[in-house]
């Protein structure tokens, strides 16, 4: 009996401890918001009283924010979390509610699955980090997806993809501003290794011949990985499309692992003709730098010592007139005798740090230089 009344006892002081926990937390409640500011903001209460606010505080629905300067955090007591700023002179300007709804600026949605947020006539319910803009009605999604409910024909903006909220607008890739620090923080990474993976793309078509690195052939030669893949076909292969940007792009395929290698192919080089840049065609893929990089390297080597005039080593200035590596015919794509370990598997984006222009000194030391 004593045993039992200690157990009790004990249920009972837990159940007291975690009520007071909950009283005492100072987050907000049922039709509140809390407001943290890193600068200063006007307040606009249901009533219509102003106030100027450069501290925590909290906020009921009704209430307006206005952003004067810097940066602010808003959260729900759903946990949904909202990023203010003012930039460029330009600050949020966000009514309080369930959701929110933006007048003016931009807000950027971090938290919450799902976080909704109103602008206009639209509601996106976000599913990763999304950026909303009043000014231009454009719905930018750094990551995961968020649904569109109101004008367009659109339901979902994917990751790394922009929506213009107005009826008939289509999908397009996200630009990057250097100047954004939200563009900077979730694609910055992304971006400095697409200005590599331009760069190599430029260095590796100028380099062959005119009409050179344009068969299924050369490019079974120079990605090995490629003689493995059913699906690589010629008619895979664009005539007009340089031999550089096939060679990336053929190379993130390779390495991506989601779906088919065709469709694979088709979501790179669509992705890649609607505008986006290299970098966020391989964060689209979610492909690791570092093997994509060494697999480069590794074509670069293969076309430099396959080009290279007889006689000569491996590592001397190669000739770009001779003729480019041959390979399985188109018609028999299959057959071939190269083996090669398998790929590297696939991962987050790898940070990069190395500039472009000294990738170039480094892997195209040889290859890309005329000779003297």
């Given amino acids: 009996m004593r045993r039992g009344i200690a157990v009790g006892t004990a249920l009972v002081v837990g159940a007291v401890g975690l009520l007071a926990a909950s009283c005492g937390d100072d987050g907000p409640g049922p039709d509140e918001a809390r407001l943290d500011l890193d600068g200063t903001a006007v307040v606009t209460t249901a009533d219509g009283a102003r106030e100027s606010v450069d501290d925590g505080t909290t906020l009921r629905f009704g209430d307006t924010v206005a952003m004067e300067e810097g940066t602010a955090l808003l959260e729900l007591a759903d946990g949904s979390v909202y990023e203010l700023r003012a930039r460029d002179d330009v600050g949020t300007e966000l009514e309080v509610g369930a959701p929110p709804r933006l007048t003016a600026g931009d807000v950027l949605v971090t938290d919450g699955f799902p976080a909704q947020v109103k602008v206009d006539a639209a509601t996106l319910t976000a599913q990763g980090a999304l950026r909303v803009d009043a ?8 990551r995961g997806r968020a649904r569109v409910a109101g004008p367009g024909d659109v339901d979902w903006v994917p990751a790394l993809r922009r929506l213009v909220l107005v009826d008939g ?25 697409g200005d590599q993976l331009e760069a190599l793309a430029r260095g590796y078509t100028s380099e062959l011949p005119p009409a050179g690195g344009r068969t299924v052939g050369f490019f079974q030669s120079v990605v090995p990985q490629l003689a493995d893949e059913r699906e690589f076909h010629a008619d895979l292969l664009d005539p007009d499309r340089p031999p550089g940007e096939t060679l990336v792009g053929a190379v993130i395929a390779v390495q991506a692992r989601e779906g088919t290698f065709r469709e694979r192919w088709d979501a790179v080089f669509g992705f890649r003709d609607a505008g986006a840049a290299w970098g966020l ?81 480094d892997l195209l030391e040889v290859l890309l230089l005329q000779p003297g």
């Fill in 135 to 142: 000014d231009d009605a454009t719905a930018t999604a750094y």
């Fill in 169 to 193: 607008a289509a999908l397009e890739p996200l630009t990057f501003d250097g100047t954004d620090p939200w563009d900077r923080r979730y694609l910055g990474e992304a971006v400095a290794f």
């Fill in 281 to 361: 065609v391989a964060l689209d893929q979610g492909v690791s730098s570092a093997p994509v990089l060494e697999t480069i390297e590794l074509a670069i080597t293969t076309t430099s010592t396959t080009a290279a005039p007889p006689g000569s080593s491996p590592g001397s200035t190669p000739s770009t007139s001779t003729a480019e590596p041959t390979g399985p015919t188109p018609a028999d794509p299959d057959t071939t005798t190269t083996t090669t370990a398998p790929p590297p598997a696939p991962g987050p984006l790898d940070p990069v740090t190395e500039p472009a222009d000294e990738l170039l000194d």
